[in-house]
């Protein structure tokens, strides 16, 4: 979806014409244009074949409800999407920002697959409304985005502002239910301080020292600990807004009682109060051992009895192979970090 292309169909016709053609959009998820009997025929026949509105998805859907899409972007390229049911009627869409990823962790199933091209805006919206076309007739809507499906949302920054901007303004999600996870960007992570939306902000730090994180996360060599979490204490004193700090637990590598107490200290020496830690167990992608579920309850409980709020995340969709970590399209091999273009 091109929203310019869009812009330009309807720049001849008047002005009003664009903001009935955004509420068919983004307020009706309409799946024809010719749904929308406001526009002349001509007009609507025009829009069907330039400006064409069913995303190219094959959906999986798994026991608990979860539904993954891959989608076939119009160069052929592929990205997967993931809708997530809550019991207490949330519906949380998963958005890939990137088709592939250039940032290289090595726990990361996407990852591994190296780095393809940026998504742009209507590519990212364009999730979202494949699955509130699905949901429209269970009149239930999506109400929360994260941006942790493929890719690294600050590196393609400007199109993922674009688009939490559509998804917010047009589509009429709050601003605070939508969140933008980063390995660690702190360029990104400085834009975003700046930015007058409330989004929320979460951090892949996933271990408390430069030598620990150094061996699983590439970005790390530029962008290490100290400066990342002073960054992100500066980002919280500024907006005062609390803040998630992921922390992957991988078996043997960073989650052993002594890390947990080390982690505690320096989250609460740099980031004050403000934040939540929440612990992922690692979905398996054949590098590490999963952490065992002992390990995982004394992590968490060495957090909070140093004072520390901790969530656990739910692993939805594993069937589907749509958990977070493991969106990768077999076969697809793009560009390694170091040679991908750095699109900060
Ligand atoms: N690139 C961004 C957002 C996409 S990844 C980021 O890294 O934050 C979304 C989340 O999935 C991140 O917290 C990431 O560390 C986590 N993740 C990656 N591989 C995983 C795995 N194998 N098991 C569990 N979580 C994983
Ligand atoms: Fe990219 Fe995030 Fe995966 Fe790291 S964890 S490779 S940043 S998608």
Same mark, same amino acid.
């Given at each position: 979806?091109?929203?310019?292309?869009?812009?330009?169909?309807?720049?001849?016709?008047?002005?009003?014409?664009?903001?009935?053609?955004?509420?068919?959009?983004?307020?009706? #998820?309409?799946?024809?244009?010719?749904?929308?009997?406001?526009?002349?025929?001509?007009?609507?026949? %025009?829009?069907?074949?330039? #400006?064409?509105?069913?995303?190219?998805?094959?959906?999986?859907?798994?026991?608990?409800?979860?539904?993954?899409?891959?989608?076939?972007?119009?160069?052929?390229?592929?990205?997967?999407?993931?809708?997530?049911?809550?019991?207490?009627?949330?519906?949380?869409?998963?958005?890939?920002?990137?088709?592939?990823?250039?940032?290289?962790?090595?726990?990361?199933?996407?990852?591994?697959?190296?780095?393809?091209?940026?998504?742009?805006?209507?590519?990212?919206?364009?999730?979202?409304?494949? #699955?509130? %076309?699905?949901?429209?007739?269970?009149?239930?809507?999506?109400?929360?985005?994260? #941006?942790?499906?493929?890719?690294?949302?600050?590196?393609?920054?400007?199109?993922?502002?674009?688009?939490?901007?559509?998804?917010?303004?047009?589509?009429?999600?709050?601003?605070?239910?939508?969140?933008?996870?980063?390995?660690?960007?702190?360029?990104?992570?400085?834009?975003?301080?700046?930015?007058?939306?409330?989004?929320?902000?979460?951090?892949?730090?996933?271990?408390?020292?430069?030598?620990?994180?150094?061996?699983?996360?590439?970005?790390?060599?530029?962008?290490?600990?100290?400066?990342?979490?002073?960054?992100?204490?500066?980002?919280?004193?500024?907006?005062?807004?609390?803040?998630?700090?992921?922390?992957?637990?991988?078996?043997?590598?960073?989650?052993?009682?002594?890390?947990?107490?080390?982690?505690?200290?320096?989250?609460? %020496?740099?980031?004050?109060?403000?934040?939540?830690?929440?612990?992922?167990?690692?979905?398996?992608?054949?590098?590490?051992?999963?952490?065992?579920?002992?390990?995982?309850?004394?992590?968490?409980?060495?957090?909070?009895?140093?004072?520390?709020?901790?969530?656990?995340?739910?692993?939805?969709?594993?069937?589907?192979?749509?958990?977070?970590?493991?969106?990768?399209?077999?076969?697809?091999?793009?560009?390694?970090?170091?040679?991908?273009?750095?699109? %900060?």
């Amino acid at each position: 979806m091109d929203l310019q292309k869009l812009e330009s169909i309807l720049s001849a016709e008047p002005k009003f014409r664009l903001k009935q053609a955004y509420e068919a959009l983004f307020k009706n #998820f309409i799946q024809s244009w010719q749904d929308v009997t406001v526009f002349s025929k001509p007009l609507r026949d %025009r829009l069907e074949k330039e #400006f064409p509105l069913s995303v190219n998805a094959k959906i999986s859907k798994s026991i608990d409800g979860t539904m993954k899409g891959l989608v076939t972007l119009h160069d052929g390229r592929l990205i997967e999407t993931v809708l997530m049911r809550h019991k207490d009627n949330r519906n949380t869409v998963c958005v890939s920002s990137q088709a592939g990823c250039p940032m290289g962790c090595a726990f990361c199933a996407t990852g591994d697959m190296g780095f393809f091209r940026n998504l742009s805006a209507g590519e990212i919206v364009e999730q979202v409304l494949l #699955f509130e %076309r699905i949901l429209k007739p269970e009149e239930e809507r999506v109400t929360n985005i994260v #941006f942790m499906g493929m890719g690294e949302p600050l590196y393609n920054y400007a199109e993922v502002m674009k688009a939490v901007n559509i998804l917010n303004k047009d589509v009429g999600i709050a601003a605070r239910h939508i969140s933008v996870s980063t390995c660690g960007i702190i360029k990104g992570i400085l834009k975003l301080t700046d930015e007058p939306l409330q989004i929320n902000l979460a951090i892949s730090l996933h271990a408390p020292t430069n030598e620990m994180r150094d061996k699983i996360m590439p970005v790390n060599k530029s962008d290490p600990v100290e400066l990342l979490l002073k960054t992100v204490g500066d980002y919280i004193k500024k907006t005062n807004r609390k803040v998630m700090i992921e922390y992957l637990l991988i078996g043997e590598l960073n989650n052993s009682p002594e890390t947990a107490k080390e982690l505690a200290d320096v989250l609460k %020496r740099e980031l004050g109060h403000l934040f939540v830690v929440n612990v992922i167990p690692y979905n398996p992608t054949g590098r590490f051992t999963p952490p065992s579920k002992e390990s995982v309850n004394k992590f968490k409980d060495i957090l909070e009895k140093n004072g520390v709020t901790v969530t656990q995340r739910y692993t939805f969709g594993q069937e589907v192979e749509g958990a977070c970590g493991q969106l990768a399209i077999k076969g697809a091999k793009g560009v390694s970090k170091g040679r991908a273009r750095d699109s %900060r």
